[in-house]
């Protein structure tokens, strides 16, 4: 049977179903789903969160042509959007991928988690919805060669054009010293940033013991500076529910020239010498006939960190050496394609409990919309460890850059990590970059650190180069990240022991007083620490070629013509924040460069 028809059987199956489920809201969608035309303006690779808002932004004016291809679905599981911070993370909207074991965490493996959905992994993360601080994105712009606009400057204007901003209940900021800043906001797009009305007396108890530890407090956490702050979260404040890259970028719709294949797998980026024509693509099933659609202007890969990589290693662009294991022939020797990979990390639980009781600060706010975390702190490497910072700085600047990297990692990769260390040694002396995270709900806590020195790898397997590809966190391989988690755990001993908590006698659960000198507690992080809050990045940097950059100022894959990348896979390091407000940006920031080529 042709494969066009079997798709169309496949898709008026569908539409059956849905239809049945949602009679008003999918009838117009499943117009736009039928079979694929032969050729569009613009395919894009991935309908997660920067896929769908290019794609919507590229065909806002009628004059393009886009085709998104998701290997996921249209699941209109109420729990999506009304299930709360956990209502979106279930089996059958993530990807069954697991890391390799890590070596320095007792040979522990994990979970990648990445949804694989429509709307991708903003439809089922956490909805805690931040930015980082304004120095991680001046970083960027370093890391980007002379001249980049990759920086806070040259981004903000597309959070405020991404974002719309919703201010919190005037009685719920006044009891619970929340502040903001209209200056760093929108209130234009569909996705949008509210502030949730639930909070305790002590979530303020605790917060105001930051602020008396020297904590920063900004006016608003979203304005480029750290410290300890209230958070929105990608809520909908007249719907009270999930606001995600579906509901602003794709829902209700309508319009001829924007369509949506869902199920469906590219495994090729198709060329003509060194210019992307169109794409192949297979059911997500497995079992099933290759597909071409031609793409007129461009290739655009959103496949997010995890899939953007095996897609250019699939169609012939990464390292040489690994494509030629796996017998792909070599269209671009491109030695960045898939290192560099970064993640957050976090301890699950750092316990406390009172000896004596607080008198906590009396409130009364309705706690209600959706469950999601909404108070943290955000600090750089001089609050976590005063005493030790600058040995750390000096260490990480002195050491040897190919130390600790991959062996096969390429000559221009390692010059890439050289321009990193000098570059991160300079931040890790500013309170101003954010080294630890943790949300505040009561004493205690699940900390993270947000910059981690190790770089890890996710590389096509080279006997089976269609499976999910092999993930390597390589956690820990440098041992500066130990240090800091170690100081970490130091800090929050300090601030629940002394001051003016002292007098509360905490006492800590986990890990324990008897875990006590610093080789201690690196075996206790050893085998309790994740090296993943679900945020991977960087695998396809947005770095010069030399220093094992993959996409250009412009985002165009080196080497190649009218390729293009969008997603969190250009990041060159992490932001001191979740990701997916970055990404918006970013994406927002792609569509008016992809529109200027034009």
Same mark, same amino acid.
């Given at each position: 049977?042709?494969?066009?028809?079997?798709?169309? %059987?496949?898709?008026? !199956?569908?539409?059956?179903?849905?239809?049945?489920?949602?009679?008003?809201?999918?009838?117009?969608?499943?117009?736009?789903?039928?079979?694929?035309?032969?050729?569009?303006?613009?395919?894009?690779?991935?309908?997660?969160?920067?896929?769908?808002?290019?794609?919507?932004?590229?065909?806002?004016?009628?004059?393009?042509?886009?085709?998104?291809?998701?290997?996921?679905? %249209?699941?209109?599981?109420?729990?999506?959007?009304?299930?709360?911070?956990?209502?979106?993370?279930?089996?059958?909207?993530?990807?069954?991928? +697991?890391?390799?074991?890590?070596?320095?965490?007792?040979?522990?493996?994990?979970?990648?988690?990445?949804?694989?959905?429509?709307?991708?992994?903003?439809?089922? &993360?956490?909805?805690?919805?931040?930015?980082?601080?304004?120095?991680?994105?001046?970083?960027?712009?370093?890391?980007?060669?002379? +001249?980049?606009?990759?920086?806070?400057?040259?981004i903000l204007p597309y959070f405020k054009k991404g974002i719309?901003?919703?201010?919190?209940?005037?009685?719920?900021?006044?009891?619970?010293?929340?502040?903001?800043? %209209?200056?760093?906001?929108?209130?234009?797009?569909?996705?949008?940033?509210?502030?949730?009305?639930?909070?305790?007396?002590?979530?303020?108890?605790?917060?105001?013991?930051?602020?008396?530890?020297?904590?920063?407090?900004?006016?608003?956490?979203?304005?480029?500076? &750290?410290?300890?702050?209230?958070?929105?979260?990608?809520?909908?404040?007249?719907?009270?529910?999930?606001?995600?890259?579906?509901?602003?970028?794709?829902?209700?719709?309508?319009?001829?020239?924007?369509?949506? %294949?869902?199920?469906?797998?590219?495994?090729?980026?198709?060329?003509?010498?060194?210019?992307?024509?169109?794409?192949?693509?297979?059911?997500?099933?497995?079992?099933?006939?290759?597909?071409?659609?031609?793409? +007129?202007? *461009?290739?655009?890969?959103?496949?997010?960190?995890?899939?953007?990589?095996?897609?250019?290693?699939?169609?012939?662009?990464?390292?040489?050496?690994?494509?030629?294991?796996?017998?792909?022939?070599?269209?671009?020797?491109?030695?960045?394609?898939?290192?560099?990979?970064?993640?957050?990390?976090?301890?699950?639980?750092?316990?406390?409990?009172?000896?004596?009781?607080?008198?906590?600060?009396?409130?009364?706010?309705? +706690?209600?919309?959706?469950?999601?975390?909404?108070?943290?702190?955000?600090?750089?490497?001089?609050?976590?460890?005063?005493?030790?910072?600058?040995?750390?700085?000096?260490?990480? *600047?002195?050491?040897?850059?190919?130390?600790?990297?991959? !062996?096969?990692?390429?000559?221009?990769?390692?010059?890439?990590?050289?321009?990193?260390?000098?570059?991160?040694?300079?931040?890790?002396?500013?309170?101003?970059?954010?080294?630890?995270?943790?949300?505040?709900?009561?004493?205690?806590?699940?900390?993270?650190?947000?910059?981690?020195?190790?770089?890890? !790898?996710?590389?096509?397997?080279?006997?089976?180069?269609?499976?999910?590809?092999?993930?390597?966190?390589?956690?820990?391989?440098?041992?500066?990240?130990?240090?800091?988690?170690?100081?970490?755990?130091?800090?929050?001993?300090?601030?629940h022991t002394t001051g003016s908590l002292a007098e509360f006698?905490?006492?800590?659960?986990?890990?324990?007083?008897?875990?006590?000198?610093?080789?201690?507690?690196?075996?206790?992080?050893?085998?309790?620490?994740?090296?993943?809050?679900?945020?991977?990045?960087?695998?396809?940097?947005?770095?010069?070629?030399?220093?094992?950059?993959?996409?250009? *100022?412009?985002?165009?894959?080196?080497?190649?013509?009218?390729?293009?990348?969008?997603?969190?896979?250009?990041?060159?390091?992490?932001?001191?924040?979740?990701?997916?407000? !970055?990404?918006?940006?970013?994406? *927002?920031?792609?569509?008016?460069?992809?529109?200027?080529?034009?």
């Amino acid at each position: 049977m042709a494969p066009v028809l079997l798709r169309s %059987l496949f898709l008026a !199956t569908l539409a059956i179903s849905l239809v049945t489920a949602h009679p008003a809201k999918y009838a117009k969608v499943l117009k736009r789903e039928e079979a694929p035309k032969e050729s569009y303006d613009y395919v894009i690779i991935g309908g997660g969160t920067s896929g769908l808002t290019v794609g919507d932004r590229l065909t806002e004016d009628g004059k393009y042509t886009v085709l998104v291809i998701e290997v996921g679905v %249209l699941d209109n599981s109420q729990a999506i959007l009304t299930g709360g911070g956990g209502g979106g993370m279930d089996p059958s909207r993530m990807y069954n991928i +697991n890391s390799v074991a890590q070596k320095e965490l007792n040979n522990r493996a994990f979970s990648v988690g990445i949804g694989k959905v429509v709307g991708g992994s903003s439809a089922v &993360n956490g909805m805690v919805f931040q930015r980082g601080a304004a120095e991680e994105y001046d970083i960027w712009g370093q890391l980007g060669g002379g +001249n980049s606009t990759w920086n806070w400057d040259g981004i903000l204007p597309y959070f405020k054009k991404g974002i719309h901003f919703t201010p919190p209940d005037a009685n719920f900021a006044q009891q619970m010293n929340v502040t903001y800043d %209209l200056a760093y906001w929108g209130q234009e797009s569909k996705i949008y940033a509210t502030f949730g009305q639930s909070g305790s007396g002590q979530q303020k108890f605790i917060y105001q013991a930051y602020a008396k530890f020297g904590v920063d407090v900004p006016k608003d956490g979203n304005g480029g500076k &750290n410290g300890v702050t209230w958070f929105t979260t990608s809520m909908d404040p007249t719907a009270t529910s999930r606001s995600y890259a579906r509901t602003g970028h794709w829902d209700n719709i309508n319009r001829a020239n924007y369509e949506l %294949l869902t199920g469906s797998k590219v495994n090729k980026i198709l060329f003509e010498g060194e210019t992307a024509i169109g794409v192949q693509y297979v059911p997500a099933s497995g079992s099933g006939a290759a597909v071409t659609v031609k793409a +007129n202007k *461009e290739v655009i890969l959103a496949a997010g960190a995890i899939h953007t990589p095996q897609v250019l290693q699939l169609s012939g662009i990464g390292p040489s050496a690994l494509l030629k294991q796996a017998n792909i022939p070599v269209l671009v020797d491109l030695p960045g394609v898939g290192y560099n990979f970064q993640d957050h990390s976090y301890l699950p639980n750092v316990g406390y409990s009172w000896g004596k009781t607080p008198s906590y600060p009396q409130v009364s706010v309705p +706690n209600k919309g959706l469950f999601a975390p909404n108070l943290g702190i955000f600090i750089g490497l001089p609050v976590i460890a005063p005493d030790a910072y600058e040995a750390i700085a000096t260490k990480y *600047e002195s050491q040897d850059p190919a130390q600790y990297l991959p !062996t096969s990692a390429a000559p221009e990769v390692i010059e890439g990590y050289k321009q990193q260390q000098k570059v991160w040694g300079k931040a890790m002396r500013s309170k101003g970059v954010t080294y630890m995270n943790m949300m505040i709900m009561g004493p205690g806590g699940s900390p993270q650190n947000l910059k981690p020195t190790s770089r890890g !790898t996710v590389l096509i397997n080279p006997s089976n180069p269609q499976a999910e590809p092999i993930v390597d966190y390589r956690a820990m391989s440098n041992p500066i990240d130990m240090q800091i988690t170690v100081e970490i755990i130091k800090f929050m001993r300090r601030f629940h022991t002394t001051g003016s908590l002292a007098e509360f006698s905490a006492k800590e659960t986990s890990p324990g007083a008897n875990v006590a000198t610093d080789d201690q507690i690196a075996t206790w992080i050893r085998g309790q620490i994740t090296p993943s809050v679900f945020h991977p990045v960087g695998t396809a940097a947005k770095m010069p070629r030399e220093w094992g950059g993959v996409v250009s *100022e412009d985002l165009l894959v080196w080497g190649v013509k009218n390729l293009s990348i969008i997603d969190a896979s250009i990041m060159p390091t992490t932001v001191g924040a979740t990701t997916s407000m !970055t990404v918006y940006a970013m994406a *927002e920031k792609a569509a008016d460069i992809i529109k200027s080529r034009q």
